[in-house]
């Protein structure tokens, strides 16, 4: 049975940090791409970070390069996500998900999802 779960969200101000956590088990994280997504209230699940398997390999939407850095531990069957300089419209639910059946920036590839973890930013 695959799981993921999300954890490290919370209330930040704008300008702030935050290191989200996403804990695999299961077949999906076996030689897996993994991504990150987020969904604000009102608006569509949108692609934020993927990782490759051996983490050479990392994709970006363009408003979070530079202040967000996907990695992962495969030791630990953890991806993580880390994010800098928090703008109040990037308040949303941040998703992790697992195995992509085609580019990892799709949202509608990915079969394995975790519940998600709120990140609210404040102004």
């Known amino acids: 049975q695959v799981q993921l779960v999300e954890s490290g969200g919370g209330l930040v101000q704008a300008g702030g940090s935050l290191r989200l956590s996403c804990a695999a088990s299961g077949r999906a994280f076996s030689n897996a791409w993994m991504g990150w997504f987020r969904q604000a209230p009102g608006k569509e699940r949108e692609f934020v970070a993927a990782i490759s398997w051996t983490g050479t390999n990392t994709y970006y939407a363009d408003s979070v390069k530079g202040r967000f850095t996907i990695s992962r531990d495969n030791a630990k069957v953890t991806v993580y996500l880390q994010i800098n300089s928090l703008r109040p419209e990037e308040t949303a639910v941040y998703y992790c998900?697992?195995?992509?059946?085609?580019?990892?920036?799709?949202?509608?590839?990915?079969?394995?999802w975790g519940r998600g973890t709120q990140v609210t930013v404040s102004s």
């Open positions: 998900a697992a195995a992509p059946r085609g580019s990892p920036s799709r949202r509608n590839v990915y079969d394995y």
